[in-house]
C-alpha cells in the first residue's frame, strides 16, 4: 500500500504560546484557534513528508487529519 502524505493549506501555521502550546494560525487576519494535542500532533504531521497511514500513529490521530483534509486545513 502506498503511503499517504499531507500538507497544511498556504494559509495556516502552527503556532505555540507560553502555557498555550497548541495552536493554529490562519492567514490573513491571523486568528488563532487553540487545539487539543492529539489535534496538533495530527497538525504537525501535515508537513509533506510524513506518511500518515503508518501503523505507528493511532487511528485517532489519522481520523483528525482526515478532518483537517475535509474542513480544508490540509491537502494530500
Known sequence: MDGKYYILNESFCLRGYDKLPYALLKRPGNPIKFVDKDSFWALSLCDGKTDCT??????????????LVRNGIARE
Do not use: A, H, Y
Open 54 to 67: 503508518l501503523p505507528v500513529f493511532p487511528e485517532k490521530v489519522r481520523d483528525i487529519v482526515c478532518e
